[in-house]
């Protein structure tokens, strides 16, 4: 068994994760435990990752992700140190392409000035190697011999199986043919989504023909195709090859968060990447009406929205900011930990998804988990994801959703969205991660039951 770890590599010095960077974290904590091996991409190959290299990835990005790091946490020393054995057989590959091309100029670049990896929030860029990094590659280039185990190189025993749940790659041109060529090799791919392809207005363009190109892929070479959802499995059947796909809903989050009297939630919640399809100008525009229209029940209550700015172009990226510093009702944080994050949806009065259209939904589980009443929109997702537990209003409908703010404070008809929220039952880890044993078990040889050591 083989766990691309791609994603976890280049994410895990992000100050918090995104939904995908969660769900191969918690894959890969649980395939270490089972005695998979881990892999990484550089460039269209696969390096397996030393053992004590996958645990310390593993740990590192728990407690960064938790908030147990410290802002300034650094990676442990093996991790630092592969992670420039990996930057090293990058600039390997990028320079020798280079020369092949004749692209010398490129290539002298390449050898002396290259992304370097650092323990601190994000990696850095155009930074002049030290004197031990040029020696390594020139040494590397000119001894071809490397010290990283790459797959395939070996021979394959039994019938393994590639997993890659983070979408890393998957529209690379041939590494997954690479893969389906090795003999034995068997592959499965977790899909979180189609919405590139059915509302590509809310993605960055050319972000569609990119999904395009996973999916061929995907269709082309993979045995098993998962996914998050009843909804993105009916969007593969409708839009793809794809007609078969395995629906493993993703586990519920549970942070470690101290139970609040309902008597003193307060203030509402959205967490997401800012982008046009979370629809956050819209909410903080109905959020800002509402308080307007009713201050005597809002009172010195917030909207708080955790994201990291992603795609919004430059004019709604203004509008936000502007109308985030015209009220004090209005708050907007980036890079806060999952125990910031799920201490303040823990405390809240209600969670907020805006959303147009989502593949699943995880921050609307964790929130009826710890107790705290959701207001949607009706999208399919949205129903699966909560189990109908959820308050529903139109896209768009700024009336529909003023009046489920309304509800949240009377008594009577807060306490009923209380209740329901208390109806949740949670999606569970070891439930997702038995339907994949026994799917593996009956498609292929799964892997290894015995507990790494």
């Not at 709604?316 to 900011?321: D, F, N, W």
């Not at 999208?379 to 109908?388: K, L």
């Not at 959703?401 to 008594?411: H, P, S």
């Amino acid at each position: 068994m083989y766990l691309d770890v791609t994603r976890l590599f280049e994410r895990v010095r992000a100050k918090s994760p995104t939904g995908i960077d969660r769900v191969e974290l918690e894959y890969a904590k649980y395939f270490y435990v089972n005695g998979a091996d881990f892999v990484t991409q550089v460039g269209e190959q696969l390096a397996i990752v030393p053992s004590d290299v996958g645990r310390e990835l593993i740990d590192f990005a728990s407690q960064r992700w938790n908030g147990t790091g410290g802002a300034a946490f650094t990676a442990p020393g093996r991790l630092a140190a592969w992670s420039r054995t990996l930057e090293t057989e990058r600039s390997v590959r990028k320079a020798l392409e280079a020369v092949k091309t004749g692209k010398l100029g490129e290539a002298f670049l390449t050898i002396f000035v290259s992304k370097i990896s650092s323990g601190d929030a994000a990696p850095t860029f155009a930074h002049v190697r030290g004197m031990a990094d040029r020696i390594n590659l020139l040494r590397r280039l000119l001894f071809p011999s490397s010290t990283v185990e790459w797959l395939g190189h070996a021979r394959l025993k039994g019938r393994p199986w590639y997993i890659n749940v983070g979408h890393s790659g998957l529209n690379k041109p041939h590494m997954l043919d690479r893969l389906h060529s090795m003999g034995g090799m068997q592959i499965a791919v977790y899909i979180h989504d189609l919405l590139p392809l059915s509302h590509p207005d809310l993605f960055r363009d050319g972000e569609a023909g990119k999904h395009l190109r996973r999916i061929a892929n995907v269709e082309r070479n993979a045995k098993v195709v998962l996914t998050n959802s009843h909804f993105t499995a009916s969007e593969l059947q409708k839009r793809t090859k794809i007609k078969d796909a395995v629906v493993l809903e993703i586990g519920t989050l549970a942070h470690n968060t101290n139970a609040v009297a309902n008597r003193h939630r307060s203030g509402f919640v959205s967490v997401g990447t800012i982008e046009p399809r979370k629809n956050y100008l819209w909410l903080v525009r109905c959020w800002i009406e509402f308080c307007k229209a009713h201050p005597d029940l809002v009172e010195g209550e917030k909207l708080t929205i955790f994201g990291r700015v992603g795609w919004l172009s430059d004019d709604e990226q203004s509008q936000l900011r502007t109308l985030a510093e015209y009220t004090s009702r209005i708050q907007i944080i980036s890079g806060a930990s999952d125990r910031e994050v799920g201490e303040k949806v823990a405390s809240a009065r209600a969670y907020i998804s805006a959303a147009h259209v989502e593949g699943w939904g995880m921050p609307l589980a964790e929130s009826l988990t710890a107790g705290t009443p959701v207001i949607a929109t009706d999208v399919p997702a949205h129903r699966e994801v909560t189990q109908n537990r959820a308050c529903f209003f139109q896209p768009g409908s700024a009336d529909d959703f003023a009046r489920l703010l309304t509800k949240c404070f009377d008594q009577r008809e807060y306490q009923q969205m209380l209740d329901a929220a208390s109806r949740f039952q949670p999606w569970e880890w070891s439930d997702h991660f038995k339907k994949l044993q026994a799917m593996l078990a009956q498609t292929g040889k799964a892997f290894p039951p015995g507990v790494r050591q």
